[in-house]
């Protein structure tokens, strides 16, 4: 089965430094996804692209917080610096958005600790 | 922004029995979505309803889109272990081309 892949899948670090967490979305899918998972505030959604252009990010804190998307195959979102509130699970997903959509997949996660 | 209230917030059953668990907006939603999300992993889709009063199987899974589309659930019968997990219910409002609102979730325990 196809899967969205993340990288890295753990992630300790201390405030103030950059983390740059990493997705390969499914082949042929055309809409990635950034999420978060936190135990307050459950899965939010942060910043998607559609066809490697971003649409929104408005859920995305923009003083710190960067989503790209360099090529088709993977998108990136940065945190600096960094701050103890950002631990969390962070979740990429992708789906197909055309005249037939296909439901968004998720990867398995970059679990976030910053000390 | 839009919320989805999702109970019960925790399952406590015997193998064997039926679980129901659902999730109500005040918005309306044109697609809704039922994920399973077990420890350390990604949630992954059960369930995926495009209509409203649309009712879908998926083994002893079946959900259904709420015919104001304002709500859906989620039924599993006859439980075995493996389905202990959290359940999500997820909506979206341009029926795929964006981001999903989640439910807090469902957490179903299973006791032997």
């Known amino acids: 089965d196809a899967r969205v892949t993340q990288t890295p899948r753990h992630k300790v670090t201390e405030m103030g430094q950059e983390v740059t967490m990493r997705c390969q979305p499914i082949?042929?899918?055309?809409?990635v996804f950034w999420y978060r998972q936190t135990m307050m505030q459950g899965l939010e959604l942060l910043a998607y692209?559609?066809?490697?252009?971003?649409?929104?990010d408005s859920g995305m804190p923009k003083d710190r917080f960067s989503a790209e998307m360099p090529d088709a195959t993977l998108a990136t979102l940065k945190i600096q610096p960094s701050e103890p509130r950002d631990s969390a699970v962070y979740f990429c997903?992708?789906?197909?958005?055309?005249?037939?959509?296909?439901?968004?997949?998720f990867g398995d996660g970059t679990r976030l600790s910053i000390l | 922004g839009q919320q989805l209230n999702q109970s019960p917030q925790s399952m406590f059953i015997q193998e064997g029995e039926d679980v129901s668990m659902n999730c109500t907006s005040s918005?309306?939603?044109?697609?809704w979505l039922w994920y399973k999300q077990d420890p350390g992993e990604g949630p992954v889709l059960l369930i995926a309803?495009?209509?409203?009063?649309e009712l879908t199987s998926n083994g002893r899974l079946t959900a259904q889109f709420g015919i104001t589309r304002k709500d859906s659930f989620l039924n599993i019968s006859a439980s075995i272990p493996s389905d202990v997990g959290i359940y999500f219910c997820?909506?979206?409002?341009?029926?795929?081309?964006?981001?999903?609102?989640f439910g807090k979730g469902t957490h179903l325990i299973i006791q032997p």
């Open positions: 309803l495009y209509k409203a009063g």
């Open positions: 918005s309306i939603f044109n697609t």
């Open positions: 997820a909506g979206q409002i341009r029926g795929g081309a964006d981001g999903l609102t």
């Open positions: 082949l042929g899918h055309n809409t």
């Open positions: 997903a992708s789906g197909w958005t055309g005249p037939s959509n296909q439901p968004q997949h």
């Open positions: 692209f559609r066809n490697r252009a971003p649409l929104d």
